[in-house]
């Protein structure tokens, strides 16, 4: 079964970089991911979609600040230069034959 | 520029039906794959349904909470996709979001609609 688990929370300062962590359940850890930002009162947007070969594509006018990585079943999301804006709760979501799977969220705090 | 609109929400008792609306606009809609994902108040984010593009057959996929009540179809000569729910229950209340599907990943999504499913 699919299950993608993220920390509930993560806060950063100002400025500073923070890395964000979704990880694929057993038996999935060569699965792509995408990224999804939701801003407070907001609609998700789409940020990236991260395959398992290391490429990486960004939405539309998604700066390159937003960037992802993985190791073994753990897929990343690093935003650097933190922003007052990113304070926002971070989706991942993944998918298989017939689903698509979100976690729980991530709610960024930019202190 | 892509856009998805949705339209449809509104309150409606429990046990009764309703169809959502999603219209496309600033891409080939026949050549993508379309997905509904809601979100219920104060919660994440849960995928309900896709329908693939007529190239893969047009076949629907749905979730286990809505399986059997829930029905997605497209028209593509109006760039619409709909999301017909039936058998409503109030843990169905939620805002219901359109997706563009890669066939993976959502890459876009409309604004919302809010079903309020409540006597």
């Known amino acids: 079964q699919l299950v993608l688990t993220q920390s509930p929370s993560a806060s950063a300062s100002l400025g500073a970089s923070v890395k964000l962590t979704c990880t694929l359940s057993s038996g999935h850890s060569s699965n792509g991911i995408a990224w999804h930002q939701q801003q407070p009162e907001k609609g998700p947007r789409f940020l990236m979609k991260?395959?398992?070969?290391?490429?990486?594509s960004r939405g539309d006018g998604i700066p390159d600040r937003f960037s992802g990585s993985s190791s073994g079943a753990e897929r990343y999301l690093t935003i650097s230069s933190l922003q007052s804006e990113d304070e926002a709760d971070y989706y991942c979501q993944a998918w298989d034959t017939g689903i698509r799977v979100f976690g729980g969220g991530t709610k960024l705090t930019v202190l | 520029e892509v856009q998805l609109v949705e339209s449809g929400g509104g309150l409606v008792q429990p046990g009764r039906s309703l169809r959502v609306s999603c219209t496309a606009f600033?891409?080939?809609?026949?050549?993508?794959?379309m997905s509904w994902v809601r979100q219920a108040p104060g919660k994440g984010l849960e995928w309900v349904s896709f329908?693939?593009?007529?190239?893969?057959?047009?076949?629907?996929e749905y979730a286990a909470s809505v399986k059997g009540r829930f029905t997605i179809s497209r028209d593509d000569s109006q760039s619409i996709a709909y999301l017909q729910m039936n058998s409503l229950k109030t843990e169905d209340t939620a805002v219901y979001y359109c997706?563009?599907?890669?066939?993976?990943?959502?890459?876009?999504w409309g604004q919302g609609t809010l079903v309020t499913v409540s006597s």
């Open positions: 991260f395959n398992s070969d290391g490429s990486h």
């Open positions: 997706t563009r599907d890669l066939g993976g990943g959502s890459d876009h």
């Open positions: 329908i693939r593009n007529k190239a893969y057959g047009g076949t629907a």
């Open positions: 600033g891409f080939a809609f026949g050549e993508f794959a």
